[in-house]
């Protein structure tokens, strides 16, 4: 699997393979694989072609999940992002409120049974997401501030009805400015750091 990989890097890989690699999406040397088709390696081999998305890398962000404080949570946004079986998962923008906050489409079946952990005490800082828990009637909804709160949770939430599942490494003024500029239906890619 190249996912995560360069175009370039992924490239590489391929031709000592004898594979013949089809870029799509950002095809320059320096995009992220965010997806590649056929994922399994028996497949690939059989085609002798994989066909690579490619994603501006200022669109991957590397995230730090709170594994021991929220457990339940963080098995929930690795399988609603694709996290639980990839390098690389994705979270699609449901609502934005510019300077605020970015929400993102969660699975409210899924967060059914999404029981209040890790919620906020004296506020929210910048760059922390959440997810609305089984509590609030927009369950499963994820949330990213863009400003601190020390009021409201990520995903818009009063501090009892959001969960606090990760952080981003770095909220850096261009990463800001970046989710900043998002709109409705924009995807943007995440990743564990190591």
């Not at 088709?37 to 200022?58: Q, S």
């Not at 501090?159 to 990760?166: E, I, P, R, S, T």
Request: glycine share 10%.
């Amino acid at each position: 699997m190249v996912v995560g990989k360069s175009q370039k890097e992924a490239e590489e890989f391929f031709e000592c393979e004898n594979i013949e690699q089809v870029r799509e999406g950002n095809k320059n040397d320096d995009a992220i694989v965010a997806d590649q088709e056929p994922a399994l390696t028996m497949e690939i081999v059989d085609r002798g072609t994989v066909r690579t998305v490619g994603v501006d890398a200022k669109g991957v962000f590397e995230v730090e999940l709170y594994h021991t404080e929220a457990p339940k949570t963080v098995w929930y946004f690795k399988k609603i992002t694709g996290l639980i079986n990839r390098p690389i998962g994705n979270l699609k923008v449901y609502f934005t409120a510019p300077g605020m906050l970015v929400l993102f489409h969660g699975n409210a079946d899924e967060a059914g049974t999404l029981v209040p952990e890790n919620l906020p005490k004296d506020g929210v800082k910048k760059g922390i997401l959440g997810v609305t828990n089984m509590s609030r009637s927009n369950r499963g909804i994820m949330g990213i501030r863009l400003n601190d709160s020390k009021e409201y949770g990520p995903t818009g939430e009063s501090f009892d009805g959001a969960n606090l599942v990760l952080s981003l490494s770095s909220i850096t003024p261009s990463k800001l400015s970046f989710l900043s500029k998002l709109k409705e239906g924009d995807v943007i890619y995440v990743k564990e750091k190591v």
